[in-house]
C-alpha cells in the first residue's frame, strides 16, 4: 500500500539525520524499499498520469518539511537536514504531518500566502489533516466534475433521435482520427440494408481499409447480449468485411464482453461510460468552461553551469 505524503514526512528526516547530502531520488527508493512499496504500485499514476503517487507524495512530504526549514536544499535535487530538523529529531515525535508544522513560524507563513481570502481557520485545519496531496486533490476534483458531465452527457444522448445517435457516432469517430469525412460516412447511414450495419467509416485517410459501425441507443437497463453481437458479425460476414465497432449508449452483459469471434473479425465494443468520456477528450456535446495550468520549477533553467 502506498503510504500517504504526511507519513512520509518523519522517515524522509530520519533519512538524512546523519548530516550529510542526500540525492532525492535516492531518498525515493529508500522510502519504497522501508515502506515495502510494490513495483506494480511504483508504477501508479495521478489520474491526469503525469507522475506516480508514490513519487508526488515523497514530493510534497519534501516540500513540507522544507517549508518549515526542517530540509533544506544546498543544490539542486540534493536535501540536507537543518539544525531546526535535528532538533525536531531530538524531541521524538511518534509523527511528523502538516499539522505538526504549524508550530514552525516559516511553514504558517507559507500556508498564509497559499490560502484563499475567504478560507478560515477550520478550513485550514481540514486541508492540514488531508492525506491526499494537491495534485491527488486536483485530480478527484477535476475527475468528479468529468463524471458528473458524462453522466449529462448520456442523458442528453438517450434523447436524441436514433438517427441523430448515428451520426454522433460518426463524427465522434472522425474526430478520433478516422479517415474519411462525416459526409462520406454518413451516405452509409441506414442505407446499407444489412443488417445489424448503421455505417461504415474509413480507418484511414487513404481508406485501404473500411470499418462498419452498429450503434445502439437504448436505454441503461436494456444490455447488449451476446445475440446482438453475433448478429453483427453476420452482417460483417456478408460484406466479407473484419473489423467493426459496436457502440451502445447502455452496456453489455458478461458473455456479450467474452465473446470472440472464431473468424479473424474484429470487433471494438464501445459502452454508454465509454461513449461519454471519448465525447469529452475529442470535445463534442461539450464545450471548455475554464482552463487551469499546472506548473512546476524548471530545473533546467536553474540548473548549475
Not at 57 to 76: E, F, H, I, N, Q
Not at 87 to 100: E, F, G, S
Not at 187 to 196: I, L, N, Q, T, V
Request: with cysteine.
Amino acid at each position: 500500500m502506498i503510504p500517504d505524503y504526511q507519513s512520509l514526512m518523519l522517515p524522509i528526516l530520519k533519512l538524512v539525520s546523519n548530516g550529510q547530502e542526500h540525492k532525492y531520488r535516492d531518498l525515493i527508493e529508500r522510502l519504497a524499499i522501508e515502506f515495502e512499496v510494490t513495483d506494480e504500485e511504483r508504477k501508479e499514476l495521478l489520474a491526469s498520469g503525469n507522475q506516480a503517487i508514490f513519487d508526488n507524495r515523497v514530493g510534497w512530504a519534501k516540500t513540507y518539511l522544507k517549508k518549515a526549514g526542517l530540509l533544506d536544499s544546498p543544490k539542486r535535487a540534493t536535501f540536507i537536514i537543518t539544525t531546526s530538523g535535528r532538533q525536531t529529531l531530538a524531541q521524538n515525535p511518534d509523527r511528523i504531518d502538516a499539522k505538526y508544522l504549524r508550530q514552525f513560524p516559516a511553514f504558517l507563513e507559507f500556508q498564509n500566502a497559499s490560502r484563499n481570502d475567504n478560507q478560515t481557520e477550520e478550513e485550514i485545519t481540514i486541508n492540514t489533516t488531508s492525506e491526499q496531496t494537491p495534485e491527488e486533490s486536483l485530480d478527484i476534483a477535476y475527475q468528479r466534475i468529468r463524471k458528473s458531465l458524462a453522466a449529462e452527457l448520456l442523458n442528453k444522448v438517450l434523447e436524441l433521435s436514433p438517427a441523430f445517435f448515428e451520426r454522433l457516432v460518426v463524427e465522434l469517430l472522425v474526430k478520433m482520427g478516422y479517415g474519411g469525412s462525416i459526409k462520406d460516412a454518413g451516405k452509409a447511414m441506414g442505407k446499407s440494408g444489412d443488417e445489424g450495419i448503421d455505417g461504415t467509416i474509413k480507418e484511414d485517410k487513404l481508406g485501404l481499409d473500411i470499418i462498419y459501425i452498429q450503434a445502439k441507443r437504448w436505454k441503461p437497463g436494456n444490455v447488449v447480449g451476446r445475440p446482438e453481437l453475433q448478429k453483427f458479425v453476420g452482417a460483417l460476414a456478408g460484406q466479407g468485411a473484419k473489423k467493426g465497432i459496436f457502440i451502445t449508449t447502455s452496456n453489455f452483459t458478461k458473455e456479450a464482453l467474452e465473446y470472440t469471434p472464431r473468424n479473424e473479425t474484429k470487433i471494438v465494443l464501445i459502452h454508454g461510460e465509454h461513449l461519454a468520456q471519448l465525447m469529452i477528450d475529442y470535445s463534442l456535446g461539450c464545450t471548455t468552461q475554464q482552463t487551469y495550468e499546472l506548473k512546476k520549477i524548471d530545473s533546467d533553467y536553474f540548473g548549475e553551469e
